[in-house]
């Protein structure tokens, strides 16, 4: 745990699934020929999370591609296929709001949002200024960042995940969430899972194996009783290597090159000039009176 001295929280915002969330919650809106809507709700969003949250230090990460080396793995990983082109159209508007708002921006191409987020909680997880990272998203592949210094935050609901969380909502610890996504699959992400292995039976296991390696090879020495023990140990062992494939998919890299500070983190303010012209671009006015505070350097 960090000191009593430790007063700071450092917000990492995902600001894929804060656009795609936009896009989907709010109405559409053209401007110049262009859809606009979501970008605009996106900066509505960071005024009201500026006026409502103690946020001192910032930082915000978007997928630009949606292609990632993770793709040259598993070629049926997630792609853009299916992707409404007026979403795929405001990526670059999106980070042109969260730079207006006055927040760092980490753009990803070769890797993913969440592999920018779980490397910034990796950084800065430890660091004795600051008391908590909050990482902003609901997105259950960030649960394997969380510790007793980092915790998942759903800015919609208001939801803090926590360890004790993590453990009630998936039956594992942080650190065997790459592991039950290998075997269950995330059919978001295009991961197919070993045939035959639910939720429940995968995390009673993982519960007790904490990853696929200690699985015993065979059923008859495995520590735990659940429904059809021999029939997913054959599944397993036949798809074995596939198992260790989609849990590396699973897995948030946390070496990706982050180049600021935390002091580069701090949170100034608005920056007025990008803020006001964005505005223009956007084709909306009066936006400004919601600024909580604006930054002119």
Same mark, same amino acid.
């Given at each position: 745990?960090?000191?009593?001295?430790?007063?700071?929280?450092?917000?990492?915002?995902? =600001?894929?699934?804060?656009? +795609?969330?936009? +896009?989907?919650?709010? #109405?559409?809106?053209?401007?110049?020929?262009?859809?606009?809507?979501? @970008?605009? @709700?996106?900066?509505?969003?960071?005024?009201?999370?500026?006026?409502?949250?103690?946020?001192?230090?910032?930082?915000?990460?978007?997928?630009?591609?949606?292609?990632? +080396? $993770?793709?040259?793995?598993?070629?049926?990983?997630? @792609? *853009?296929?299916?992707?409404? #082109?007026?979403?795929? %159209? %405001?990526?670059?508007?999106?980070?042109?709001?969260?730079?207006?708002?006055?927040?760092?921006?980490?753009?990803?191409?070769?890797?993913?949002?969440?592999?920018?987020?779980?490397?910034?909680?990796?950084?800065?997880?430890?660091? #004795?200024?600051?008391? $908590?990272?909050?990482? /902003? @998203?609901?997105?259950?592949?960030?649960?394997?960042?969380?510790?007793?210094? &980092?915790? /998942?935050?759903?800015? $919609?609901? =208001? %939801?803090?995940?926590?360890?004790?969380?993590?453990?009630? !909502?998936? =039956?594992?610890? #942080?650190?065997?969430?790459?592991?039950?996504?290998?075997?269950?699959?995330?059919?978001?992400?295009?991961?197919? =899972?070993?045939?035959?292995?639910?939720?429940?039976?995968?995390?009673?296991?993982?519960?007790?194996?904490?990853?696929?390696?200690?699985?015993?090879?065979?059923?008859?020495?495995?520590?735990?009783? &659940?429904?059809?023990?021999?029939?997913l140990n054959k599944n397993l062992r036949d798809s074995w290597e596939n198992a260790l494939l989609y849990r590396r998919l699973a897995t948030l890299r946390r070496d990706v090159p982050?180049?600021?500070?935390?002091?580069?983190?701090?949170?100034? *303010? &608005?920056?007025?000039? !990008?803020?006001?012209?964005?505005?223009?671009?956007?084709?909306?006015?009066?936006?400004?009176?919601?600024?909580?505070?604006?930054?002119?350097?």
């Open positions: 745990m960090h000191s009593l001295k430790a007063n700071l929280e450092l917000h990492l915002l995902d =600001g894929t699934y804060e656009l +795609f969330r936009s +896009f989907y919650g709010s #109405p559409k809106r053209t401007f110049q020929g262009k859809e606009v809507g979501a @970008t605009v @709700t996106f900066l509505r969003s960071l005024l009201r999370f500026f006026r409502l949250s103690k946020v001192t230090h910032v930082a915000c990460a978007f997928d630009r591609t949606i292609h990632s +080396f $993770r793709n040259e793995l598993f070629k049926d990983y997630k @792609t *853009g296929e299916g992707v409404d #082109p007026q979403i795929k %159209q %405001q990526f670059l508007l999106a980070e042109k709001a969260a730079r207006a708002a006055g927040i760092v921006v980490w753009p990803m191409i070769h890797f993913e949002a969440d592999d920018a987020l779980a490397s910034a909680a990796k950084k800065w997880e430890n660091n #004795p200024r600051i008391a $908590r990272i909050l990482i /902003c @998203t609901p997105d259950k592949d960030l649960a394997q960042c969380i510790n007793e210094n &980092v915790v /998942c935050f759903d800015r $919609r609901n =208001g %939801q803090i995940l926590d360890l004790e969380g993590v453990m009630k !909502k998936f =039956g594992v610890a #942080p650190e065997s969430i790459p592991d039950l996504l290998g075997l269950v699959g995330d059919v978001p992400d295009g991961i197919p =899972g070993v045939r035959g292995w639910g939720r429940k039976s995968s995390s009673v296991i993982l519960s007790h194996y904490i990853h696929l390696e200690n699985i015993p090879r065979k059923a008859s020495d495995w520590k735990v009783s &659940v429904r059809g023990f021999e029939r982050l180049a600021e500070e935390l002091d580069d983190l701090k949170w100034k *303010g &608005v920056c007025r000039e !990008k803020f006001l012209d964005l505005c223009k671009e956007l084709g909306i006015s009066g936006l400004e009176k919601s600024v909580p505070r604006w930054d002119d350097s």
